[in-house]
DNA sequence: AATGAATGAGAGTTCATTCAT
DNA sequence: TATGAATGAACTCTCATTCAT
C-alpha cells in the first residue's frame, strides 16, 4: 500500500475517503451519487475511479477508516490499569470525541455498513465485536472489583453504552454547538449509576 | 379520508404503507424501489401509483404511521395518575413493543425522514417534540416527587432515554428472538438508577 | 349510426367529441390525457372507452367533425350564384367564423391530423381537397369574369386564402375579445386587392 | 457559453439542437421521444442528456435557435434604406428561405413554444414581438411615403405577412420540391397590392 | 352507463462505470 | 493524474387500455 503509490496519491486517497464520508454521511450510501464525491474533492466524476475500484470500495474504505482508531483506542482503555470507573469515562469521551474528530465516517459505519457485502463486512464485524467486548471485560472488571452489581448483565451494559453514545453522537453531529463534554459526563453519569450496586430496594411497578 | 374510497381501497393502502414500511426499513429510502414494494404487494409496479402519489409520499406516509399512535400513547401515560417510576417503565414498555409491532415503520421514521421534503417533515418534528415534552414533563414531576436528584438535565434525559430505546430497538427489529420484556425490565432498571438521587459521591475526575 | 344507440348515448357521445377537441386544441393531441377528456366532460377515465374505441379513435372524430360541415358550406358558397367578389367574403366569413363556433375541432384537424394513421388521413385529405378546389374554382371565375387578372395561380391564391384564414384563426381562438368583422372585411380586402388586376406596373427593386 | 466547452462539445451540442428540431418538427415536443433525438444523432439516448439537461431544456434551444438570427435579419432590413417594396420583398425573402436554411427549427418554434414555461417563452415572445414591431414599422413608412393608403391597419398587414409567410413556409418545409422563388414572388406580390391605394371603389358587399 | 382497480409498455432521467486521451 | 464523452442499466412515473362489477 505504501510505496506503490506517490505521496500525492496517498493525500488525493485521504482526501477522497472524507470527502466520501462527508457526502454518505449527508445523503446516505444509496442518496449520495459518485459526482456529489468527487465535486466535494474538487475533481470531476470520472476522476474519483483513479482512488475507489467503485462506489461500493469507498465505502468499506470510509467505514473501516471510521471505526479503526476508535477501536484501538478501546484496545488502549481496556488493557490500562486504572479503576472501572476511570475506563468507563475513558471509553464515552473517546466515542463521543470521535464524533467531532473524524465525526463523519463513524456516522457512515453506523449507519450504512449494512449496504456492503457479507464478505466486506466481516472484518469490520470483527472489530465491532472486538470493541463490544473490551467493553464486557471492562464491565466484568467492575463486578469483580464490587464497583458494579454481581447480577448485572454485561453484554446488555455494552450494548447499552455503545447505544447511548451512538445516539447522542448523531445527536452532536447534526449540532456542532453543542457542548461535547457536559454531553461526556453528564453519559457518563447516567451510566455509571445505572449499573451501580442498589441501595435498598426500589423496586418499579406494574 | 373515510368515504370517498372504497374498502377494498383502504385495505390495500394499509397493505402498501406495510409494504413500504417493511422495503424502507430493509433497505433504506433511497436503496428500496418502488419495484420492490409493489412485489411484497404482490401487485405490479405501475399499479403502485394508484395508492401512491409518488416514492416520497409513500415514505412520507410510512412515517406517520411509524410515530402516531406511538405518540398518543406517551401521551396517555403522561397524564395518567401514576408514580414516575411506572411512567418510565410503562414509556419504555411502549417505546420498545412498538418496535415489535408495527416496527419497520418505527425504525423507518428514525432513519429515513430527513429525506423528507421539509413540509412533509413539520408535523412529524411536532409529534416528536411532543413526545420528547412530555417525557421531559415526566421527569420534572420525578424530580419534585423527590424520586430524581435536583440536578437533573431533563431534556438530557429525556433523550437519552429515546436513545437508549431506539438503539435497542434496532437490535429488536433485527433479531425477533430476543426477550423483549428482559430488555424493558433491565433498560428501565438502568434509566431509573442512573438518574435517581445519589448516596455518597462517586464523582468521576475530567 | 342512428337506432343502434339510445339519445342519451348519442348526447354524451357528442359531448365527448366537443370535450376532445378542447383538450387536443389546448395541450395537442400527445400532450393530452384520456384523464384530461374524462374530467372535462365530467366522467372517469375509464368510462371514456364507453365512447372511443381509443384515443387515436377520438382525434379523428374531432378532426373529422372539425371540417366535414366546413366543407359543405364550401360547396354552398362555390355552387351559389353570386359574383367573384360575394363569394371571396362568404368564404372568408365562413372560415374564420369557424373558429368561433366549433373553433377547437377546425384547429385540431389542422394542427393534429397527420398524427392520424394514414387510413384514417384519407377522407380528411379528400374534404380538405375538395375544400381547395372548391376555392381555386371560385378563383377561376374570377378570372374568366374579369375580376382578377388572367396570369393568376389560383393554387397559389387557394393556398393563400386558406393560410390567411387559419393563421388568423389561431389568433381568434386565442383571443375572443378580438372584433371577428373587422378581421374577415380586412381579411378580404386584401386578398381582393391582392389578387385584382393590376393598373400600371410597380414592379418592385432587389 | 464559449471557453467552458470542448470544440467536440460545440459541435455535438449543435448537432443534438439540429437533431431534435428535426424530430420536433415531424412529430411534435409531446409525440417525439428524447430516443428519437438520439437516435438520429448517431448516440444512445442516456448521451443525450449530456448535452441537454432535459427535453424541454432541448426545446427551448431548438425554439431560440429557430428565430434568433431570424429576429437580428429583420432588424437589418428594417434599418437598411430601401423603399417600402424593397423592404417588404425582403422580409418575405427573408422569411421563406429561413424555412428553407434552418427549416425545422423556426416550425418548432412557432408551433411547439408554448409547451415551454412561462419563464423560458419570455425571451422569445420579446424576439417575436420585435419581428413584428419592426414589421408594423415597416409598413408605417410605407403609408408615410404614399406607397400604401392611410387607413391601412398596421398591425394587422403586419400580422398577416407573418401568417402568409408561416403557412407557406409549413408547405415549403414538407415539400422541399417547391421553387420557393416563385412563392416569395407571388407572395410579394399578394400582400403589396393587397395593402396598396386603390383606384376607384370595388366595394365588397357584407 | 359508468366505475374502480389493475396492467404493461414506454417515457424522461439519473448514475455508476469505462476508456481513450 | 485527470478529464471529457459515452454507455447501459435501473429507476420513478405516466398513461392508454382492459375488464369485472
Redesign the interface.
Given at each position: 500500500m505504501s510505496g506503490t503509490h506517490t505521496d500525492k496519491y496517498q493525500q488525493q486517497h485521504h482526501h477522497a475517503v472524507c470527502a466520501a464520508a462527508s457526502v454518505f454521511a449527508e445523503?446516505?450510501?444509496?442518496?449520495a451519487s459518485t459526482k456529489d464525491i468527487a465535486e466535494r474533492m474538487g475533481i470531476k466524476q470520472g476522476s474519483l475511479y483513479y482512488y475507489f475500484k467503485s462506489k461500493e470500495e469507498a465505502l468499506g474504505e470510509v467505514c473501516l477508516f471510521g471505526i479503526e482508531d476508535y477501536v484501538q483506542r478501546m484496545d488502549h482503555i481496556a488493557k490500562s490499569d486504572q479503576p472501572f470507573?476511570?475506563k468507563?469515562?475513558a471509553t464515552i469521551t473517546s466515542h463521543l470525541s470521535s464524533y467531532r474528530e473524524k465525526n463523519e465516517a463513524l456516522k457512515v459505519h453506523n449507519?450504512e455498513r449494512l449496504?456492503l457485502p457479507k464478505e466486506k463486512r466481516t472484518k469490520l464485524k470483527q472489530l465491532g465485536s472486538r470493541y463490544r467486548e473490551s467493553l464486557e471485560g471492562i464491565f466484568e472488571e467492575g463486578i469483580d472489583s464490587g464497583a458494579l452489581r454481581n447480577s448485572l448483565?454485561c453484554h446488555?451494559?455494552a450494548?447499552?453504552v455503545?447505544?447511548?453514545c451512538?445516539?447522542?453522537g448523531d445527536?452532536i453531529v447534526r449540532d456542532p454547538n453543542l457542548d461535547l463534554?457536559d454531553?461526556i459526563?453528564?453519559?457518563?453519569?447516567?451510566?455509571?449509576?445505572?449499573?451501580?450496586e442498589?441501595?435498598k430496594s426500589?423496586r418499579?411497578?406494574?
Open positions: 445523503k446516505g450510501f444509496h442518496g470507573e476511570a468507563l469515562l449507519d449496504y448483565d446488555f451494559a450494548q447499552s455503545i447505544g447511548v451512538n445516539s447522542w445527536i463534554f454531553i459526563q453528564k453519559c457518563t453519569d447516567l451510566l455509571l449509576n445505572g449499573f451501580r442498589r441501595r426500589a418499579s411497578t406494574t
